[in-house]
């Protein structure tokens, strides 16, 4: 809300709701009565100026003013200003008003027409001027208030609609009327004034777009037999005190709708009928009415589908539709309730009829419904027909309480009453008196026990029972009945023993035969049926049993080693299938018989140990355990190491065979062998066969440090020159240490010498020996001694010499006859005295100096030495080819300061000392038995350490061998010479021997071990074999034992069984145990399958492909006689024809007996005496015995029993019905001898018509009538249904090219040969609405100046209907494109007129769809489409799009600042529409510019504050043009808009106090009292102005609120001081923001009496703009004038 010392921003014509507030009035206004009362005296005041002077607002540099429009030219607007001294000019020109230029008084121009303004204000811009001031612009504002000077106009004088009936609520109806007036001048309010006498119709008011409309909707239904049609008078009125109105004629037309059901005129008709009726009676009539016309009321009558009743369906009349037999009428279900008293019987047929119009579609038909009671009297006909329900045959069972029910009947008479009630009787089989007289209850009859069965002495009863009807003249019919009695559960199952024994051994295979348990159980049925489970024992699931048949198998390997006790017991539990299960336990112990089947198992296959070397003798290495779960010496492990073990280290390791401790017999070197693998064996002490197993020990030799660092050569040489620097590389010496690690890492060090330290050094890692300084003159020789040790500080070390020379450049090198020698020795024979000393070689070398030898390298082990100055190489020790075959010698020639080298090579030439040496001592080899003969089956290998022919060996065998065997003497192969047999075992030597002059030989011995291989197959001892079994041998009954032989041994020869074919793959009827013996495996039954033929398959263990052999095994099942006679079916139908004379074949009936010989031998009994018919006891053949009459009897009911010959015999009996069959003898009838029918030519495909009804007396064929039309529809229109003669239309029906059709219908029937009636069926068509209109063009265009005058006709619309009558009558409408209601058209003459002034600029097309709908109930329309081009006229000048008139900008703005843009649109198209813009004034220097697109921006920098003078420059005010570009340019138009651009301030003003600095309080003031309010103003603007107020110091005793200043009380004033100051600081909102402080005294006091007394007002009221704002001036005013 504005501050009331502004203006009000909101246009002043509005209303709004205020809050004015009256404070500080004088205390002399108390006398003129209440608050309120002076309020309302103010207000009166003010309103009544408001109304006698023109309204006028000031707000800086606005002014407001409000005048009506219409006014004469001359009139005064208001005076701009009361001050003397100014005058005035029109800043902006305007064509309405004229200012004075001496008073300031604004006056009428011209008389404006608010309707044609483009808003209610006009603006302009008055100057004031001053001659001692700059000028002021002023904006004035004029509201222009409308006056009620338009009468509102409809749209259209006369508007047309349709309804249907019954439509609420329906879319309302759009009523528009236009009233050019404003406000309340133009609100126009809707209503009806006349036509609507019942309130049928209400008319509302609503807004839709800013225009109010006229909302017509129907409030109620309406009938239109009622009413049909309205005509309505609405009005429109304005809202002006002294309204104006405009009235419209509303025409509307219900359209009938099919809204009346058609109604019966009764709920419930009756009719009787005798069952003897013919077809085709009229039974009753029926009669319905329907308000409706037309096709709405031609109503169509149906009844219930049923198979005795029809009804006609225009009519209404119901007919018989068929015969009344009671047997064919008792099956309707519409028919099911009867009655009968002492004379009569009845039967009631209740069905429901409906009536249906034929208007609509489906469920768019209305219907009515009732229901016809027909009543049907009995005719007593029937003999009464009992039928078994339930199980068949019936059966009780033997534990069945006395009263039990046994059998169900159904009793079936199709008479009534006392001719269909039955009593049933038993006549036979119930001699012994074990059932009571059956009792029937309505049409179900019970047979009862009257004894307790016993199944074990009587299993079934053959019952023969009498059913008899209480008819005067009695009927009768017997039934034979067989009656089972079911087994009980009263058994358990009992063992056949009491305990049962059996023994298996570890080795029996899986499905192997442990034991056959049987039991036996007296019920029958699942009452009898068995099964076997074990229920204990069987923890190790050793063991399976056949849940069938009690067989108890193997299930898996028996294993006596995981029990305690060799022996197993298990319970066997057998348990029936009874709903109440019996169950009975035995035992079965099972003893298990140990063989040697478990290998010994180590704990582990493999073990690692950690040995070091220089171990002690006899060192236990580990303790290795073997397991063996069998018992006895089979379970008894020992140990040994294997043969290989033994072999590669002999004598080394040792095992206790008890124990398994493993040790080693000697102290290891690592140098000499660092890993060991040890086999160790355990083997049990089986007796028959020992089983083993293997596992190894990986021996690791760690090392220790037992090794020095050896140097070789011992001795080194080195010449050095006299020059060589500091750092002179002189010779690497090596020391090697056999140990490994840091035991083997070697360090250098030379021995401690003064005189030499400072002169050599030697690297501790590499031995490399160099020069510290540089060599003295003397001596010319040094000999230094380097340690080799493998631990620092260690006496484990060892050491050797080196000799360097100072070579003298005057001596020459010493010079070897040869750069390298070769000499040939022999070594010495093993077993004889090495010749040590022999002469081996002589080198010489020659020198100026003497020369001295040395062996420098090549023989670490010292076999050689040399003399010193002879050079003679001998031996120091034996020599033995076989450890080094050569020598490559590193000889050095000494001078006395230079050096010379050579190579001798000494080959050492071989003796035959050695034998060859076989890998092992001794091999066993297995080889299968089918090796081909010259097969290799063994490859010796001996090598002899000696070379040349001496290392050549050649091999030999034994004797006893060469017959078996043969031997390659240069690589030992050996072959064989034939097959070999198998279990056979060959031992034999093979010979090595050299080829030295005296050869050496060695010896290893050969077991040669003949396996078997499976090269033989199973055979049986037959291919075939046959057996007869009985079938009811008993389950695990063993029949045969099968048996193979295989010529294999071992597991090759191990053979077993098993059935591969023959029996079912579900529940095989035989099987087959491991060892070969056939047995039942389930109960076998003859007549399902008598032979079997099984395919015994023998397989033996042979691996990795076993072999097989099969024998065909014949089982012949043999009979029992367990089969009762079976009919090839339950029950037979013959026909035979009425009126056939005695001894007619009637037809065969059958039976099998799946038992063989007499146990299948039948014949064939009437259970029942009778007359009618023979039975041939062998064949079955029946014949008749008479002559048959349908009408008399039409079924005879007969039992057939069969039984077979067997010693113990059995039967079964079979229904026999006999049905004598019709004669067509009667043709078919219609109901009507012709019928009458009237249907809409607009009836679709498919409908219904009605139907024909015909009925034949006759049965089946006979009796079953098609329908057919066989005149009168040529062109086909009309099908009729040939099974129900229900007439429908078949194709599209035309009542203008035929009216009427004459149908000929025909009823045949399906005799042969056929029957057949006649009858015809008229046909009329009535006309329906099946023309739509046509326009006479597709589509209309026309062309239409925008100044056109309302009512002007545009276009004529034409359209033509072939229709006749109301049907052809057209009315038009605009259905679309006309939302404003610029057009309306005539509804009777499609003329388009113009019903609103067209504006080119607003819209030049418009496309109206325009429908042409008879006036037909269901009306058929058609559309078409009319274009209507608007043409243009040029009449608009541009006009400012916004309403702006001032802008702000801040002072200093930057040059090319966009300020405001301005937007003009000409509504004119082209060059006419083009608007360009322009500043035609505005303050110089000239400060802004315009472009193209209306932005004004600032062209200079502009400064509220003027730098020279004191002037402030807060407003520009600019005159902006626009001009469209119109050619020429004398006919361009233009408008102006002023524009004032204001300056705005920054914040560089503190806040001032406005307010006194004292204030007044009373002594006893409680917290809340109001002290005083204190003000502040700033001169700046905005936020910079927006003061806050806040305490900066006091006493604790006041508040102040931070808006208002209004200062409070917040707690008790003490007495003293009399005067409580505080500081109150006033503070804008700008940024910096500033602020001022102000001290204020608050005086305590004890009374008021001179004081000012403070009073607030309060009020809300809601007042015109323009009343507000005169308030206000009035009370500011006052206010000045009271202060």
Known sequence: MRPWNSCLAQPLYGKTKYVMRLNSLPLGWKACGSPNQRLQLLLAFVVFQSLISPAVCQEGLKR???????????????????????????????????????????????????????????????????????SIFIEVIVLIIDINDNSPRFTSNTLNYTISENDVPIQPFTLTANDADFGVNGSLTYSIISGNEKGYWKLTTSTSSGQKTGALMLVKQVDREEIPSFRLVVEARDGAVSAKTGTAVVNIVVRDLNDNHPTFDLSLYHGVVLENATVGSKVLETQADDPDEGLNSALVYSITQNKLFSIDSFTGEVLLKAALHNSYYSSEASCQSSYCNTTLCLTVCVLEIWVVDQEGLGSTQLRDQSR???????????????????????????????????????????????????????????????????????????????????????????????????????LSSTISIT???????????????????????????????????????????????ITYQISQGNNYQFFKINSDSGLVTVNRRVDSDQLDVPQIILNVSASDHGSKVLRTETTLT????????????????????DVTENNDINMTLITMVAIDRDKGANGSVKYRISEVTANTYPGLFHIHPDTGVLSISKSLDREERDSYVVEVVAYDQGTVISLSSQATLYINVT??????????????????????????????????????????????????????????????????????????????????????????????????????????????????????????????????????????????????????????????????????????????????????????????????????????NIIIEDENDNSPEFTQIKYTIRVPEDTPPHSVVFVAQAKDRDAGKNAKVTYTISANAVDSLVIDQVNGAVSLRDKLQVGNTLRFTVTATDRGAVPRFNSAEVVLIAEDVNDHSPVFEHR????????????????????????????????????????????????????????????????????????????????????????????????????YPEFSSPSYEFRVLEGRSAGVYIGSVSARDDDVGRNSDLMYFFTTNQHSFDLDPFTGEIRSKKEFDREAVSKYDLTVQAVDNGITKRSTQARVSVIVEDVNDNKPKFTKTDYDVQISEAAYPGQMINPVSAEDEDLELNGAVEYYIIGGNEKGHFRIDEDTGSLSVEGVLDRERQSDYKLMVEARDGGQPPLSSVTTVHITLLDANNQSPEFDRPSYSVNVNEDAEVGVVVATITATDGDLGVNAIIHYSITQGNAEDVFEIVEGTGEVKLARRLDYENKQLYILSIVAANRAPESLTAQTRLSINVLDVNDNSPRFTNDIVSVSIPENTNTSTPVVTVSANDSDSGVNGKVLYSITSQPQPAKFSINSNGVIFASSSVDRESSDTDEVSERYTLEIEATDQAIPASSRLSAKRTIIIMITDINDNAPYFVSPSTGVILENSVSGTEVMTVQARDKDKGRNQQITYSLRSGTGLFYIDATSGLITLIRSIPLSPVIQSITVRAADNGQPQRSTEQSINIIVSSSLDSGLAVTYLLYSFALPYFILFFVFHTYIFLETIIF
């Open 372 to 474: 016809v009671k027909i009543i049907v009297e009995d005719v007593n006909d029937h003999a009464p027909i009992v039928i078994i329900s339930g199980k068949q045959p019936p059966t009780v069972s033997e534990d069945a309480p006395i009263n039990s029910r046994a059998v169900s009947f159904v009793v079936r008479d199709e008479d009534k009453g006392e001719n269909g009630r039955v009593s049933l009787a038993i006549s036979s089989g119930n001699e012994l008196g074990h059932f009571k007289t059956p009792v029937c209850i309505s049409k179900f009859c019970f047979l009862f026990t009257k004894e307790l069965m016993d199944k074990e002495q009587i299993s079934s009863y053959n019952l023969t029972l009498v059913a008899s009807d209480y008819g005067v003249n009695s």
């Open 590 to 609: 099972v003893n298990i018989i140990d063989e040697n089947d478990e290998v010994p198992t180590f704990t582990q296959l493999e073990y690692y140990r």
């Open 483 to 529: 009656v089972i009695v079911l087994d009980a559960n009263d058994h358990s199952p009992v063992f056949s023993s009491a305990a049962y024994f059996a023994v298996v051994s570890e080795l029996n295979p899986v499905d192997s035969f442990v034991a056959a348990v049987t039991a036996t159980d007296a019920d029958e049925d699942e009452n009898g049926r």
């Open 703 to 904: 090392d220790e440090n037992d090794n020095r660092p050896i140097f070789y050569p011992s001795r080194y040489y080195a010449v050095i020159p006299k020059s060589a620097s500091v750092g002179h590389s002189v010779l690497f010496v090596s020391a090697n240490d056999d140990d490994v690690g840091d035991n083997g890492r070697v360090i250098y060090s030379l021995t401690s010498h003064s005189s030499l330290d400072s002169l050599f050094s030697v690297d501790a890692a590499t031995g490399e020996l160099s020069l510290l300084a540089t060599l003295p003159a003397s001596p010319s020789s040094y000999v230094l001694e380097i340690n080799a040790a493998d631990t620092p500080g260690t006496t484990n070390k060892a050491t050797c010499t080196v000799e360097v020379k100072i070579g003298d450049p005057e001596e020459r090198d010493p010079v070897f006859t040869n750069s390298s020698y070769t000499y040939f020795v022999l070594e010495d024979a093993s077993g004889t005295t090495p010749n040590i000393g022999q002469l081996v070689a002589t080198i010489s070398a020659r020198a100026e100096t003497v020369i001295t030898y040395a062996i420098l390298d090549g023989d670490p082990d010292g076999v050689f030495t040399i003399g010193a100055r002879s050079g003679e190489i001998t031996t120091t020790k034996g020599l033995d080819r076989d450890d080094v075959a050569a020598y490559r010698l590193t000889v050095v020639a000494r001078g006395i300061s230079k050096l010379a080298f050579a190579s001798v």
């Open 64 to 134: 407001y003013f409000s005048i009506e429009e219409n006014l004469p030219a001359g009139s005064l607007v208001g005076v701009i200003s009361n001050s003397s001294g100014y005058t005035y000019d029109l800043a902006t020109q305007t064509q309405y008003f004229s200012v004075n230029q001496l008073s300031g008084e604004i006056s009428v121009k011209k008389i404006i027409d608010r309707e044609q303004l483009i808003n209610n204000e006009i603006k302009f811009v008055v100057k004031q001027n001053h001659p001692s001031s700059p």
């Open 1024 to 1123: 075939e074999y046959s057996v007869a079994v009985n079938e009811s041998s008993l389950i695990n009954h063993q029949f045969l034992r099968l048996t193979a032989t295989d010529d294999d041994e071992g597991e090759n020869a191990h053979v077993t069984y098993s059935l591969i074919s023959g029996v079912s793959s579900s529940r095989p009827e035989f099987g087959v145990f491991p060892d070969g013996s056939l047995y039942v495996a389930q109960k076998l039954d003859r007549e399902s399958k008598g032979r079997y033929r099984l395919l015994v398959q023998a397989t033996d263990g042979g691996q990795p492909t076993p072999r097989t052999d099969i024998a065909l095994v014949h089982v012949k099942i043999l009979d029992n006689n367990d089969n």
